[in-house]
C-alpha cells in the first residue's frame, strides 16, 4: 500500500505542473557536506531518469541515477579493477529497468582501470579506493535519493563482482549497517595473495621483463593442457559435458605432458599458487579455462604486449602495478629475482586498507544484513579456492552463519561471467527476496549464455549432481 500511495503523490505534483525535466533541475538545489554537484541530466534510456553526477571532497567522483518509476529500493554498484572512472555494476543487473535508485563510484582518481600509477606516493587515493568512497557515496546517494524522492530508501542493497566483489565485502565488515542486502561475486578481498598469485605466474610466463612479445606458454599448450584435465576429469561428475562440476576432485598431473620442464613448471605454478619456505603464501587456481580466451588467455598468459604502455597480461597489469604503486611506491620495480619470504610482512600495511578478510560478521548479521556470494570455477582472474576459504572460516566462528552468508559456485564459469557453465542468474531478484522474507536460498537457478537452457546452482557445501534426462533442464540435476 506504501508504494501504491507514494506513486499517486508523485502523479498528483507532475499534474500540478512539474514536468520530468523540472523535477531532475531541481537536484541541482541539494546542499550537502562536502558535495559538488556537477551535472544533472534528464534522459530517456534505459527508462526515464535523472542523473546527478557530482563530487565528493577533492577527487571522489560519482553518479546516482534516479528512475521516474522509483520502486522505493536503492542499489549501489561496485567497480572492477583499480576503477578509475565512475562504474555501477548493479547497471548490468538491470537495477534502472527495475525502478532502484542507484550509484557508482570511480573511488577517487581517474586512470585506465588496470593501471595503478595514481597511487604513487598518494595514501588519500589508496585508502579512497580501499573502502572510504564507496562508504561515502553510499551515504551521499542515499540521501540524495530522499532529497529527490520525499522519503529514504525502504532497503538497500549493493552488488559487486571482482573488485567490486571486494567492496561488497568491505561493506559487510567495515560498514555493516550500510546495507540490508549485499551481492558479492569473484571478490579480490585478499590483495596481498592476489597479487602474490599474479607476480608468481607472471614470473614464469614472462621471465624477462625486458622481452614481453610473447608468453612461455602459447594457446597450443594450453589447448593441449586443457583437452587433458578434460579428457581425465569431465566425466567425474556423471556427464561429459566439457564443465567440471567440482574441479577438486581432479587430480590431473601436469607432469604427464609432452612439454619442456619449464613449461611444466608455469602450469604447475598456476594450479599450487605462491609458496616460500613457511608454506602457502596464496592459493592457486583450480582446473578449468586453460584454453578459454576470457580464462588463462586473457589473465594469466596473455597474448604479449601489444602496444606501449598495455601489459602483457591482466595478472602483469595488475600484480606489477600493485607491487610498485601500492607496496613498494616505486615504478621501477621488478619481479625478477623477486621471492616470497617474509612477503605477508611487506604487504600488511596496504593490506590493512584494502584487504576485508575478516570473517567475523557479527555486526552485520546483528543488523538483519544477508551476503550472497558467487564464484565461478573456471575463473583464470580469482580463485575460487580463496572464497571458499573464506566462507568456511565465516561458518566456522559460528554455524548459524549459514542463514545469512550464503555462497554459490558456478561450474564451468569464467571471471564473474563467460564460459561453457550457466551464469546468467538474477541475483537482484535472489537478494531483494532474501531480505524481503529472511528465507535463505537453497538452489539457484542459471541459465546459459546461449539460451539453451539452465541447470541448478547449490548453496555451498551442497553440490549439483546429474540424475538423468536432458543435461539443460533443472529438473535433471539435483544438489546434495
Same mark, same amino acid.
Given at each position: 500500500?506504501?508504494?501504491?500511495?507514494?506513486?499517486?503523490?508523485?502523479?498528483?505534483?507532475?499534474?500540478?505542473?512539474?514536468?520530468? /525535466?523540472? &523535477?531532475?533541475?531541481?537536484?541541482?538545489?541539494?546542499?550537502? *557536506?562536502?558535495?559538488?554537484?556537477?551535472?544533472?541530466?534528464?534522459?530517456?534510456?534505459?527508462?526515464?531518469?535523472?542523473?546527478?553526477?557530482?563530487?565528493?571532497?577533492?577527487?571522489?567522483?560519482?553518479?546516482?541515477?534516479?528512475?521516474?518509476?522509483?520502486?522505493?529500493?536503492?542499489?549501489?554498484?561496485?567497480?572492477?579493477?583499480?576503477?578509475?572512472?565512475?562504474?555501477?555494476?548493479?547497471?548490468?543487473?538491470?537495477?534502472?529497468?527495475?525502478?532502484?535508485?542507484?550509484?557508482?563510484?570511480?573511488?577517487?582518481?581517474?586512470?585506465?582501470?588496470?593501471?595503478?600509477?595514481?597511487?604513487?606516493?598518494?595514501?588519500?587515493?589508496?585508502?579512497?579506493?580501499?573502502?572510504?568512497?564507496?562508504?561515502?557515496?553510499?551515504?551521499?546517494?542515499?540521501?540524495?535519493?530522499?532529497? =529527490?524522492?520525499?522519503?529514504?530508501?525502504?532497503?538497500?542493497?549493493?552488488?559487486?563482482?571482482?573488485?567490486?566483489?571486494?567492496?561488497?565485502?568491505?561493506?559487510?565488515?567495515?560498514?555493516?549497517? #550500510?546495507?540490508?542486502?549485499?551481492?558479492?561475486?569473484?571478490?579480490?578481498?585478499?590483495?596481498?595473495?592476489?597479487? !602474490?598469485?599474479?607476480?608468481?605466474?607472471?614470473?614464469?610466463?614472462?621471465?624477462?621483463?625486458?622481452?614481453?612479445? /610473447?608468453?612461455?606458454?602459447?594457446?597450443?599448450?594450453?589447448?593441449?593442457?586443457?583437452?587433458?584435465?578434460?579428457?581425465?576429469? %569431465?566425466?567425474?561428475?556423471?556427464?561429459?559435458?566439457?564443465?567440471?562440476?567440482?574441479?577438486?576432485?581432479?587430480?590431473?598431473?601436469?607432469? /604427464?605432458? %609432452?612439454?619442456?620442464?619449464?613449461?611444466?613448471?608455469?602450469?604447475?605454478?598456476?594450479?599450487?599458487?605462491?609458496?616460500?619456505?613457511?608454506?602457502?603464501?596464496? =592459493?592457486?587456481?583450480?582446473?578449468?579455462?586453460?584454453?578459454?580466451?576470457?580464462?588463462?588467455?586473457?589473465?594469466?598468459?596473455?597474448?604479449?604486449?601489444?602496444?606501449?604502455?598495455?601489459?602483457?597480461?591482466?595478472?602483469?597489469?595488475?600484480?606489477?602495478?600493485?607491487?610498485?604503486?601500492?607496496?613498494?611506491?616505486? *615504478?621501477?620495480?621488478?619481479?625478477?629475482?623477486?621471492?616470497?619470504?617474509?612477503?605477508?610482512?611487506?604487504?600488511?600495511?596496504?593490506?590493512?586498507?584494502? /584487504?576485508?578478510?575478516?570473517?567475523?560478521?557479527?555486526?552485520?548479521?546483528?543488523?538483519?544484513?544477508?551476503?550472497?556470494?558467487? =564464484?565461478?570455477?573456471?575463473? !583464470?582472474?580469482?580463485?575460487?579456492?580463496?572464497?571458499?576459504?573464506?566462507? %568456511?572460516?565465516?561458518?566456522?566462528?559460528?554455524?548459524?552463519?549459514?542463514?545469512?552468508?550464503?555462497?554459490?559456485?558456478?561450474?564451468?564459469?569464467?571471471?564473474?561471467?563467460?564460459?561453457?557453465?550457466?551464469?546468467?542468474?538474477?541475483?537482484?531478484?535472489?537478494?531483494?527476496?532474501?531480505?524481503?522474507? #529472511?528465507?535463505?536460498?537453497?538452489?539457484?537457478? !542459471?541459465?546459459?549464455?546461449?539460451?539453451?537452457?539452465?541447470?541448478?546452482?547449490? &548453496?555451498?557445501?551442497?553440490?549439483?549432481?546429474?540424475?538423468?534426462?536432458?543435461?539443460?533442464?533443472?529438473?535433471?540435476?539435483?544438489?546434495?
Amino acid at each position: 500500500m506504501k508504494r501504491v500511495c507514494f506513486c499517486i503523490i508523485v502523479i498528483t505534483s507532475i499534474s500540478a505542473g512539474a514536468s520530468e /525535466s523540472d &523535477a531532475c533541475a531541481a537536484i541541482k538545489d541539494i546542499s550537502l *557536506p562536502d558535495l559538488t554537484v556537477e551535472k544533472v541530466e534528464s534522459l530517456n534510456e534505459p527508462v526515464a531518469h535523472c542523473k546527478l553526477t557530482g563530487k565528493l571532497g577533492r577527487e571522489i567522483g560519482f553518479s546516482v541515477w534516479l528512475p521516474v518509476g522509483w520502486n522505493g529500493k536503492f542499489t549501489m554498484g561496485g567497480g572492477g579493477g583499480f576503477v578509475g572512472s565512475i562504474q555501477n555494476q548493479a547497471l548490468a543487473l538491470g537495477a534502472l529497468q527495475r525502478g532502484y535508485a542507484t550509484a557508482g563510484t570511480d573511488t577517487g582518481h581517474q586512470a585506465n582501470g588496470i593501471d595503478g600509477s595514481w597511487a604513487l606516493h598518494n595514501l588519500e587515493r589508496i585508502v579512497n579506493y580501499g573502502h572510504v568512497a564507496i562508504h561515502r557515496v553510499s551515504e551521499t546517494a542515499k540521501h540524495i535519493t530522499e532529497s =529527490h524522492y520525499g522519503k529514504w530508501p525502504e532497503r538497500s542493497y549493493f552488488a559487486g563482482c571482482s573488485n567490486g566483489g571486494r567492496q561488497a565485502m568491505a561493506f559487510s565488515q567495515r560498514y555493516p549497517n #550500510d546495507f540490508d542486502g549485499i551481492i558479492a561475486g569473484a571478490p579480490a578481498f585478499d590483495f596481498g595473495g592476489v597479487a !602474490a598469485a599474479f607476480v608468481n605466474v607472471t614470473q614464469r610466463m614472462y621471465p624477462n621483463m625486458g622481452e614481453l612479445s /610473447s608468453p612461455l606458454l602459447t594457446p597450443e599448450d594450453r589447448s593441449l593442457l586443457a583437452n587433458a584435465v578434460l579428457a581425465q576429469c %569431465d566425466a567425474l561428475d556423471g556427464l561429459k559435458d566439457g564443465i567440471m562440476n567440482d574441479p577438486r576432485e581432479c587430480d590431473f598431473d601436469p607432469r /604427464s605432458l %609432452d612439454l619442456p620442464p619449464e613449461k611444466i613448471a608455469t602450469i604447475r605454478a598456476v594450479y599450487n599458487g605462491p609458496q616460500n619456505a613457511s608454506g602457502q603464501v596464496f =592459493h592457486g587456481w583450480p582446473f578449468g579455462g586453460e584454453d578459454e580466451d576470457g580464462g588463462w588467455g586473457a589473465w594469466l598468459a596473455g597474448a604479449g604486449q601489444l602496444a606501449d604502455g598495455t601489459p602483457p597480461s591482466a595478472a602483469f597489469g595488475f600484480g606489477v602495478d600493485l607491487m610498485r604503486y601500492m607496496v613498494y611506491h616505486d *615504478p621501477d620495480w621488478s619481479y625478477e629475482g623477486f621471492i616470497f619470504e617474509g612477503y605477508r610482512e611487506r604487504v600488511a600495511a596496504v593490506e590493512s586498507v584494502l /584487504s576485508a578478510k575478516d570473517p567475523n560478521l557479527e555486526e552485520f548479521r546483528n543488523a538483519g544484513g544477508k551476503l550472497l556470494f558467487y =564464484h565461478g570455477w573456471s575463473d !583464470a582472474a580469482l580463485s575460487a579456492l580463496a572464497t571458499i576459504e573464506y566462507v %568456511d572460516a565465516v561458518y566456522g566462528i559460528d554455524p548459524s552463519a549459514r542463514e545469512d552468508v550464503r555462497l554459490f559456485l558456478k561450474p564451468g564459469v569464467l571471471h564473474c561471467a563467460g564460459g561453457p557453465g550457466p551464469w546468467m542468474v538474477d541475483y537482484l531478484e535472489v537478494i531483494d527476496r532474501w531480505v524481503e522474507t #529472511d528465507s535463505a536460498p537453497n538452489e539457484l537457478v !542459471a541459465g546459459f549464455a546461449d539460451e539453451s537452457g539452465a541447470r541448478p546452482l547449490c &548453496a555451498y557445501p551442497s553440490k549439483v549432481h546429474y540424475i538423468g534426462g536432458n543435461d539443460r533442464t533443472p529438473s535433471s540435476f539435483e544438489c546434495r
